[in-house]
């Protein structure tokens, strides 16, 4: 049966602010799914609440309405829009599915006559009540690890006592593991059960036997109407069960199963997805399989929607699941839709894959002070990367260089920990470094068994690790002018970087690149195509490896390679790697549209980056994508293979900015704002003498490099002081110090973490009011995009503030200096394309606090408050495409537009939830205010009295 | 554990093209036949072992072969078929708790010569684009025209006939002599695993080779017939299509798969030819037209049925098709108790959405 008829107008639901557990993934679903039902000439009808996506661009839907995620605005938008039909609740995570059952409850859908497509409530129901999910996995002959629910403290206890430990107590109906809890230690049950109490809307837990070190899996699934299922993607987790699936490092495909155990697997799945109701969609199903010769399967649980895993198994294996889900909820049969990739087979097949992919989550608990840095079965990571390559090796390499934690890859980057009882204790708590210890340990030679007995990581795992190892040795033992290109290109093969191998043969990185040059050590580019090159695919998603010649038959020898470049003009804009404080969705927003603009400048585009729960990264936004870490040697040589016009950095966050030196280095074209003038305003002593030249106040500072130095400083400066180091992201390091002892702690705290590194200290201007400005110039005009002020006083990170736009009481004379301020620093940096500049506000004169000539968090809230293309008409001008005097501005809002930070402390209990210079939000949320009476307002607003008290 | 460097190991195409590559385990040697690839992400040792495979040069497109080691129960066959292997990354070690050995020693048991760290992706693409042709892979990567010759001597898959040299040579039982129903097996290179389903449906199983008649299949006194997968053309199989024709005649319960469909088919006057590079993988869509709805498959076939001259032939019917390509995937005799299927519902390796087919055989069984 092709799609049901009655269907016209679809109302979607986003997944609101990010927060740790619910990140952009529903960005890239939503995106996929709003294209994909515009295909089919469906209305669609938005509703998401966070401004840093693509998915709320006016363009992506035929109605987005901006609203928090209640069933308050739910009404209101089917008020609107009776013409409403039916309601996607699949793609907006957990947020989205609670918000459908809640409006399911009150009658709403029955209301206004809207049907629920996608998923049905009692299979939510179902999945979410782990009581129920339980019994109907008994019924169907699907085995579950011994577990039990309780509603209260003492039937916890109960449990407990049948149980014995370890244990694992889990909250019901919450996000990304909230609640969610190991216990070790009978002295430990009381705290965790109440906290898994509280933290369930339902004041319920599920107590769990612990199924400690069993090898853990994901099946992502769809089915259609027709009740076909297909598997689209198998993962692995290389860390065992403990580890929250989101903090687990894992590998697709499954890199240990048999084949009779994964069929065993599949047809579980299937018969779990057809049990729990009769829904056409997407669906995830976690088990665990026990590490010995019965090799037993146990279900964890089943998520009947689009996930985290889901965007991860789109990206690994090029199959569109979200696009192709949002299908099925039209009633499309899966046989009656095309391969995306090869566009030429059907949709109804499972992909196979002839690489690897390893996603490794990135965490932030230097944001978290104070913060459990243990993984377990909560989720505390932020973000995650995943590597492409034609082996395990190459991908887990691959995926080290992409976390941007400044290594270059697995060992050979001098970083190593030697120490051994360190090693041995990290080995049993795992954290934000496991990746790498486990490398550390089997270089200081702790035996593979001893490293197995303490992670149960699957000893194919290690046995990898240990070949990468012994490779490292091997090199070692030759220099430059001795190694052979066989092993060169062997090393190339399992992803070390040429750094790496300089560190090896003892000599400089430019020398092994010449060296592979020399030897013709190339890297190829492969496609990711859903097939293992089976069929011919027309989708131009590449990842890069290394691979032995070929030989024609008229002798002609070398590396195949799929990348075809064309004689087009082309610019690469560079993503931003993996999410994380300070530098989130809002870079990849800018990217896509950097892209698209220069698209339409007639250019072809190619984009990197390695997040893979981006649009950015969705095969169809650029012209060519390019799966890869955005780490130096990657970037260089996909430079060298395409030869751009030139390269985008300032839509990127830091990660494509602090590029940019090298690149300018290397001769290659910065489109839009030079290097020299990104430099400039990182700069602080020359920016302020820029700043100087065209009076414009800054608070006092100094740079110190030594704490002798900074109580010098402090002579002069006067406290407060606020002491930072250059060169960081969202504020890290960042501390307000009120005397000598305060501040020569953090100093020597600081140096420490980072030595040599330049600290600057400023005058903090206390009870200041905070403001900033976003402007696109083209080198001779500016245009002021907008102007936020922040509530929250001076002080507190500008990204965990409410910011206002426009500003509520700032007056004319205040609002002139803003304005003059910006356009003359724009100016005299030269700046080509976006710029945001921070000030602050003290007895009406406006001081700058920074400048970055470069798109910033708040471009895409201004972008969204005004209804303008902000992005676009920037990249055009970056391009020399456009002066900004081309473009016709039509800012429109009523009222004001906040911009609300979100936070994820839940995840982190221990941890002081006080605001400061440093940013600890993970997500921001917009909201429209018709004026200063809001309540809402109101209550923000006299919040501030509560941090100028302080 | 230390650092192992590998000897250099070629494939040389028919057309001439070269692959570089390395010889697993530092074994010298040469292998012929002709090339094809594989998709499956699981279920290596159940490929090699599968008689369907006998004198092809199986390329894994797998990144990795070999992880999980080998498992005595996990083989379709008593011994490896494939007349060589090409991969990307062979994996020396490997983890399973279960497992008996390594691929490594199990290919050695076997003496079959494989090849690694070719680039094999570059190697599909070339097969998709070119077809699938005749090959040799060896160590003796310095002789390049004395392997170009030997190559010539390689006969062409097309109208070979293979199914003899891995049939039994003597007839066999499988299953409990006991159970409720007994079936006759033709084999032409059957897989373990057919038997093991048809058994545990109980019945009790003769199995004959190759060349048997109609007259000693029959001696049996059986329910059902059985005609098997194999290697190879069908259409030298004279003997194997006579006795189809006999049992169709006779209106018998009768099931294919693989080249048992295929030699159905002849038996039926319908004609085969050699697909281009042909379908082997565990991911294959076919959708049942007589339901609606589509099964993912275990496919291994070189050679097709002839689909415009299946469905304009009065007695049968197409019962499914491939969802990539459309080719028949499926026949039923419109009003005799036969019925075949291009693909593998045995699986082993790959997913079991066909075993309903085993149980349509049972069904046609009772029903006669």
């Given at each position: 049966m092709p799609k049901n008829p009655k269907l016209k107008s679809i109302l979607i639901i986003g997944s609101g602010p990010i927060v740790i557990g619910q990140a952009c993934e529903f960005d890239y679903s939503g995106t996929q799914a709003l294209r994909s039902l515009r295909e089919d000439g469906i209305e669609t009808i938005l509703i998401n609440s966070n401004p840093a996506t693509i998915m709320t661009d006016p363009s992506m839907a035929d109605h987005v309405y901006l609203l928090p995620l209640t069933t308050k605005s739910i009404i209101k938008i089917l008020k609107e829009h009776p013409q409403i039909d039916a309601v996607l609740p699949?793609?907006?995570?957990?947020?989205?599915?609670?918000?459908?059952?809640?409006?399911?409850?009150?009658?709403?859908?029955?209301?206004?006559?809207?049907?629920?497509?996608?998923?049905?409530?009692?299979?939510?129901?179902?999945?979410?009540?782990?009581?129920?999910?339980?019994?109907?996995?008994?019924?169907?002959?699907?085995?579950?690890a011994p577990q039990a629910t309780a509603t209260s403290y003492l039937k916890g206890k109960e449990i407990a006592q049948e149980f014995g430990f370890p244990l694992v107590i889990r909250a019901s109906f919450t996000l990304g593991g909230a609640g969610a809890s190991f216990v070790h230690k009978e002295e430990d049950f009381d705290e965790l059960l109440t906290r898994g109490l509280e933290i369930s809307p339902i004041h319920e837990v599920m107590i769990?036997?612990?199924?400690?070190?069993?090898?853990?899996?994901?099946?992502?699934?769809?089915?259609?109407?027709?009740?076909?299922?297909?598997?689209?993607?198998?993962?692995?987790?290389?860390?065992?069960?403990?580890?929250?699936?989101?903090?687990?490092?894992?590998?697709?495909?499954?890199?240990?199963?048999?084949?009779?155990?994964?069929q065993r697997m599949r047809d579980m799945a299937i018969h779990m997805m057809r049990s729990i109701g009769d829904f056409a969609g997407g669906c995830n199903v976690q088990f665990a399989v026990s590490p010995d010769e019965k090799e037993d399967i146990i279900?964890?649980?089943?998520?009947?929607?689009?996930?985290?895993?889901?965007?991860?198994?789109?990206?690994?294996?090029?199959?569109?699941?979200?696009?192709?889900?949002?299908?099925?909820?039209?009633?499309?049969?899966?046989?009656?839709?095309?391969?995306?990739?090869?566009?030429?087979?059907?949709a109804l097949f499972e992909p196979t894959l002839d690489y690897v992919i390893v996603k490794i989550p990135r965490w932030n608990f230097d944001k978290f002070e104070g913060s459990d840095r243990v993984l377990g079965i909560q989720m505390k990571s932020v973000g995650e990367v995943m590597g492409i390559g034609r082996s395990f090796q190459e991908a887990l390499h691959k995926a080290t260089q992409s976390l941007e934690i400044k290594r270059n890859g697995l060992g050979a980057d001098g970083k190593e920990n030697k120490d051994y009882n360190q090693i041995i204790e990290k080995l049993t708590y795992a954290s934000w470094d496991r990746v790498f210890i486990i490398y550390d340990a089997i270089a200081m030679g702790i035996p593979l068994s001893r490293i197995h007995e303490i992670t149960k990581i699957d000893m194919w795992f290690l046995k990898q690790y240990e070949e990468l190892f012994l490779l490292q040795k091997e090199i070692s033992t030759y220099k430059i002018d001795t190694i052979q290109k066989d092993l060169l290109l062997e090393a190339k093969q399992?992803?070390?970087?040429?750094?790496?191998?300089?560190?090896?043969?003892?000599?400089?990185?430019?020398?092994?690149?010449?060296?592979?040059?020399?030897?013709?050590?190339?890297?190829?580019?492969?496609?990711?195509?859903?097939?293992?090159?089976?069929?011919?695919?027309?989708?131009?998603?590449?990842?890069?490896?290394?691979e032995s010649d070929m030989e024609t038959a008229d002798g002609n020898r070398y590396p195949a390679n799929e990348s075809v470049v064309t004689d087009k003009k082309k610019i690469i804009v560079l993503g931003s790697g993996p999410n994380r404080i300070g530098q989130g969705i809002e870079f990849d927003y800018c990217c896509v549209h950097g892209v698209l603009a220069a698209a339409e400048c007639g250019y072809e585009t190619i984009m990197i980056n390695c997040n893979p729960e981006t649009v950015s990264t969705d095969f169809d936004t650029a012209h060519k994508l390019y799966f890869e870490p955005v780490f130096w040697e990657h970037i260089y040589d996909i430079i060298k293979h395409e030869k751009p016009e030139g390269v985008i950095v300032q839509l990127g966050g830091q990660t494509a900015l602090k590029l940019a030196e090298k690149l300018t280095k290397w001769g290659v074209k910065i489109i839009g704002t030079s290097f020299e003038s990104l430099d400039l305003a990182e700069d602080r002593g020359h920016f302020s003498n820029l700043l100087k030249e065209n009076n414009i106040p800054y608070p006092q500072f100094d740079i110190a490099t030594t704490a002798d130095e900074a109580s010098a400083i402090a002579d002069v400066l006067d406290f407060p002081i606020l002491v930072r180091p250059s060169y960081v992201l969202g504020g890290q390091g960042m501390k307000i110090v009120i005397n000598k002892e305060d501040l020569e702690k953090h100093v020597v705290d600081l140096l420490s973490q980072m030595p040599g590194n330049q600290l600057l200290l400023d005058h903090y201007l206390e009870g200041a009011i905070e403001a900033e400005a976003d402007a696109i110039c083209d080198g001779e005009d500016v245009y002021i995009i907008g102007i936020m002020e922040h509530i929250e006083p001076c002080g507190i990170h500008s990204g965990d503030s409410n910011a206002m736009l426009p500003p509520f009481n700032l007056g004319d004379l205040v609002m002139q200096q803003i304005k003059d301020h910006t356009k003359k620093i724009a100016l005299a940096l030269k700046t080509v394309g976006l710029i945001n500049i921070q000030f602050a506000i003290k007895d009406d004169v406006v001081y700058i606090i920074e400048a970055n000539p470069r798109a910033s968090r708040t471009v895409p809230f201004i972008a969204k408050a005004y209804g303008e293309p902000y992005v676009n008409y920037a990249t055009k001008v970056m391009l020399g495409h456009n002066k900004v005097k081309d473009f016709n501005f039509n800012p429109q809002l009523n009222g004001y537009a906040i911009k609300q930070p979100v936070f994820s402390f839940n995840k982190f209990p221990n941890v002081n939830k006080k605001l400061g210079p440093e940013m600890k939000s993970t997500g921001e949320s917009i909201l429209f205010i018709d004026s200063l009476k809001d309540d809402e307002f109101y209550e923000i607003y006299s919040r501030r009295k509560m941090y100028l008290n302080k | 554990m230390k650092y192992q460097k590998r000897q250099k190991a070629i494939i040389l195409l028919a057309d001439g093209t070269i692959f570089y590559g390395k010889a697993v385990g530092n074994k010298q040697g040469t292998a012929f036949g002709e090339v094809c690839f594989n998709t499956g992400m699981t279920g290596y040792q159940e490929i090699f072992t599968d008689p369907s495979y006998y004198g092809q040069l199986m390329v894994a497109t797998n990144a990795h072969i070999g992880n999980y080691g080998v498992n005595a129960d996990e083989v379709e066959s008593d011994s490896i078929k494939i007349a060589?292997?090409?991969?990307?990354?062979?994996?020396y070690v490997y983890s399973r708790v279960d497992a008996e050995g390594s691929l490594e020693s199990f290919l050695d048991k076997n003496n079959l010569l494989a090849?690694?760290?070719?680039?094999?992706?570059?190697?599909?693409?070339?097969?998709?684009?070119?077809?699938?042709?005749?090959?040799?892979?060896?160590?003796?990567?310095?002789?390049?025209?004395?392997?170009?010759?030997?190559?010539?001597?390689?006969?062409?898959?097309?109208?070979?006939?293979?199914?003899?040299?891995?049939?039994?040579?003597?007839?066999?039982?499988?299953?409990?002599?006991?159970?409720?129903?007994?079936?006759?097996?033709?084999d032409l290179g059957?897989?373990?695993?057919?038997?093991?389903?048809?058994?545990?449906?109980?019945?009790?199983?003769?199995?004959?080779?190759?060349?048997?008649?109609?007259?000693?299949?029959?001696?049996?006194?059986?329910?059902?017939?059985?005609?098997?997968?194999?290697?190879?053309?069908?259409?030298?199989?004279?003997?194997?299509?006579?006795?189809?024709?006999?049992?169709?005649?006779?209106?018998?319960?009768?099931?294919?798969?693989?080249?048992?469909?295929?030699?159905?088919?002849?038996?039926?006057?319908?004609?085969?030819?050699?697909?281009?590079?042909?379908?082997?993988?565990?991911?294959?869509?076919v959708k049942n037209l007589m339901t609606g709805k589509g099964e993912i498959t275990s496919q291994n076939h070189g050679f097709a049925v002839n689909r415009e001259e299946a469905e304009a032939h009065p007695d049968l019917k197409v019962t499914h098709v491939h969802l990539n390509d459309h080719t028949v995937a499926g026949l039923a005799m419109k009003n005799k108790n036969c019925f075949s299927v291009q693909y593998h519902p045995e699986a082993s390796p790959g997913p079991h959405d066909a075993s309903y087919l085993f149980d349509q055989f049972i069904e046609n069984i009772k029903k006669n």
């Amino acid at each position: 049966m092709p799609k049901n008829p009655k269907l016209k107008s679809i109302l979607i639901i986003g997944s609101g602010p990010i927060v740790i557990g619910q990140a952009c993934e529903f960005d890239y679903s939503g995106t996929q799914a709003l294209r994909s039902l515009r295909e089919d000439g469906i209305e669609t009808i938005l509703i998401n609440s966070n401004p840093a996506t693509i998915m709320t661009d006016p363009s992506m839907a035929d109605h987005v309405y901006l609203l928090p995620l209640t069933t308050k605005s739910i009404i209101k938008i089917l008020k609107e829009h009776p013409q409403i039909d039916a309601v996607l609740p699949t793609m907006g995570g957990q947020t989205a599915l609670n918000l459908c059952i809640e409006a399911d409850e009150k009658g709403i859908w029955k209301d206004f006559n809207v049907e629920i497509i996608g998923v049905d409530i009692a299979a939510i129901n179902i999945t979410e009540d782990r009581e129920q999910f339980r019994e109907l996995m008994l019924k169907i002959g699907i085995p579950m690890a011994p577990q039990a629910t309780a509603t209260s403290y003492l039937k916890g206890k109960e449990i407990a006592q049948e149980f014995g430990f370890p244990l694992v107590i889990r909250a019901s109906f919450t996000l990304g593991g909230a609640g969610a809890s190991f216990v070790h230690k009978e002295e430990d049950f009381d705290e965790l059960l109440t906290r898994g109490l509280e933290i369930s809307p339902i004041h319920e837990v599920m107590i769990d036997k612990a199924l400690l070190g069993w090898k853990e899996y994901e099946l992502e699934l769809l089915r259609d109407a027709n009740d076909n299922v297909v598997i689209i993607c198998s993962i692995e987790n290389m860390d065992p069960m403990g580890i929250h699936t989101g903090d687990s490092i894992t590998v697709a495909p499954a890199m240990t199963l048999s084949d009779r155990t994964y069929q065993r697997m599949r047809d579980m799945a299937i018969h779990m997805m057809r049990s729990i109701g009769d829904f056409a969609g997407g669906c995830n199903v976690q088990f665990a399989v026990s590490p010995d010769e019965k090799e037993d399967i146990i279900a964890i649980e089943i998520n009947p929607r689009v996930s985290r895993s889901s965007a991860l198994a789109s990206k690994a294996t090029g199959y569109p699941i979200a696009k192709i889900a949002a299908k099925l909820a039209l009633g499309y049969h899966l046989d009656e839709l095309q391969n995306q990739i090869t566009k030429s087979t059907s949709a109804l097949f499972e992909p196979t894959l002839d690489y690897v992919i390893v996603k490794i989550p990135r965490w932030n608990f230097d944001k978290f002070e104070g913060s459990d840095r243990v993984l377990g079965i909560q989720m505390k990571s932020v973000g995650e990367v995943m590597g492409i390559g034609r082996s395990f090796q190459e991908a887990l390499h691959k995926a080290t260089q992409s976390l941007e934690i400044k290594r270059n890859g697995l060992g050979a980057d001098g970083k190593e920990n030697k120490d051994y009882n360190q090693i041995i204790e990290k080995l049993t708590y795992a954290s934000w470094d496991r990746v790498f210890i486990i490398y550390d340990a089997i270089a200081m030679g702790i035996p593979l068994s001893r490293i197995h007995e303490i992670t149960k990581i699957d000893m194919w795992f290690l046995k990898q690790y240990e070949e990468l190892f012994l490779l490292q040795k091997e090199i070692s033992t030759y220099k430059i002018d001795t190694i052979q290109k066989d092993l060169l290109l062997e090393a190339k093969q399992k992803g070390y970087g040429d750094r790496q191998i300089a560190h090896m043969l003892g000599c400089l990185e430019s020398q092994v690149y010449n060296k592979r040059e020399e030897f013709g050590v190339n890297r190829v580019y492969k496609l990711v195509d859903t097939c293992a090159a089976e069929f011919k695919a027309q989708t131009p998603y590449y990842y890069s490896t290394f691979e032995s010649d070929m030989e024609t038959a008229d002798g002609n020898r070398y590396p195949a390679n799929e990348s075809v470049v064309t004689d087009k003009k082309k610019i690469i804009v560079l993503g931003s790697g993996p999410n994380r404080i300070g530098q989130g969705i809002e870079f990849d927003y800018c990217c896509v549209h950097g892209v698209l603009a220069a698209a339409e400048c007639g250019y072809e585009t190619i984009m990197i980056n390695c997040n893979p729960e981006t649009v950015s990264t969705d095969f169809d936004t650029a012209h060519k994508l390019y799966f890869e870490p955005v780490f130096w040697e990657h970037i260089y040589d996909i430079i060298k293979h395409e030869k751009p016009e030139g390269v985008i950095v300032q839509l990127g966050g830091q990660t494509a900015l602090k590029l940019a030196e090298k690149l300018t280095k290397w001769g290659v074209k910065i489109i839009g704002t030079s290097f020299e003038s990104l430099d400039l305003a990182e700069d602080r002593g020359h920016f302020s003498n820029l700043l100087k030249e065209n009076n414009i106040p800054y608070p006092q500072f100094d740079i110190a490099t030594t704490a002798d130095e900074a109580s010098a400083i402090a002579d002069v400066l006067d406290f407060p002081i606020l002491v930072r180091p250059s060169y960081v992201l969202g504020g890290q390091g960042m501390k307000i110090v009120i005397n000598k002892e305060d501040l020569e702690k953090h100093v020597v705290d600081l140096l420490s973490q980072m030595p040599g590194n330049q600290l600057l200290l400023d005058h903090y201007l206390e009870g200041a009011i905070e403001a900033e400005a976003d402007a696109i110039c083209d080198g001779e005009d500016v245009y002021i995009i907008g102007i936020m002020e922040h509530i929250e006083p001076c002080g507190i990170h500008s990204g965990d503030s409410n910011a206002m736009l426009p500003p509520f009481n700032l007056g004319d004379l205040v609002m002139q200096q803003i304005k003059d301020h910006t356009k003359k620093i724009a100016l005299a940096l030269k700046t080509v394309g976006l710029i945001n500049i921070q000030f602050a506000i003290k007895d009406d004169v406006v001081y700058i606090i920074e400048a970055n000539p470069r798109a910033s968090r708040t471009v895409p809230f201004i972008a969204k408050a005004y209804g303008e293309p902000y992005v676009n008409y920037a990249t055009k001008v970056m391009l020399g495409h456009n002066k900004v005097k081309d473009f016709n501005f039509n800012p429109q809002l009523n009222g004001y537009a906040i911009k609300q930070p979100v936070f994820s402390f839940n995840k982190f209990p221990n941890v002081n939830k006080k605001l400061g210079p440093e940013m600890k939000s993970t997500g921001e949320s917009i909201l429209f205010i018709d004026s200063l009476k809001d309540d809402e307002f109101y209550e923000i607003y006299s919040r501030r009295k509560m941090y100028l008290n302080k | 554990m230390k650092y192992q460097k590998r000897q250099k190991a070629i494939i040389l195409l028919a057309d001439g093209t070269i692959f570089y590559g390395k010889a697993v385990g530092n074994k010298q040697g040469t292998a012929f036949g002709e090339v094809c690839f594989n998709t499956g992400m699981t279920g290596y040792q159940e490929i090699f072992t599968d008689p369907s495979y006998y004198g092809q040069l199986m390329v894994a497109t797998n990144a990795h072969i070999g992880n999980y080691g080998v498992n005595a129960d996990e083989v379709e066959s008593d011994s490896i078929k494939i007349a060589g292997l090409i991969c990307k990354n062979f994996s020396y070690v490997y983890s399973r708790v279960d497992a008996e050995g390594s691929l490594e020693s199990f290919l050695d048991k076997n003496n079959l010569l494989a090849i690694s760290d070719v680039d094999t992706r570059a190697l599909v693409s070339y097969i998709r684009d070119n077809g699938a042709m005749n090959a040799v892979i060896s160590t003796d990567v310095d002789n390049i025209e004395g392997l170009k010759k030997q190559l010539l001597e390689v006969p062409d898959m097309d109208g070979l006939e293979l199914a003899s040299q891995v049939s039994t040579k003597e007839p066999y039982f499988v299953g409990n002599e006991n159970a409720t129903y007994k079936i006759s097996v033709l084999d032409l290179g059957i897989k373990k695993n057919i038997l093991r389903n048809l058994a545990k449906r109980d019945a009790y199983i003769k199995v004959f080779p190759y060349n048997a008649t109609f007259e000693d299949l029959e001696a049996f006194k059986p329910d059902g017939y059985f005609l098997s997968n194999g290697p190879g053309d069908p259409e030298p199989l004279v003997e194997a299509q006579a006795l189809a024709k006999e049992i169709i005649k006779r209106d018998l319960p009768l099931f294919g798969i693989c080249l048992g469909h295929q030699v159905i088919a002849l038996a039926n006057g319908v004609s085969t030819y050699k697909m281009h590079n042909g379908h082997r993988g565990i991911n294959h869509p076919v959708k049942n037209l007589m339901t609606g709805k589509g099964e993912i498959t275990s496919q291994n076939h070189g050679f097709a049925v002839n689909r415009e001259e299946a469905e304009a032939h009065p007695d049968l019917k197409v019962t499914h098709v491939h969802l990539n390509d459309h080719t028949v995937a499926g026949l039923a005799m419109k009003n005799k108790n036969c019925f075949s299927v291009q693909y593998h519902p045995e699986a082993s390796p790959g997913p079991h959405d066909a075993s309903y087919l085993f149980d349509q055989f049972i069904e046609n069984i009772k029903k006669n």
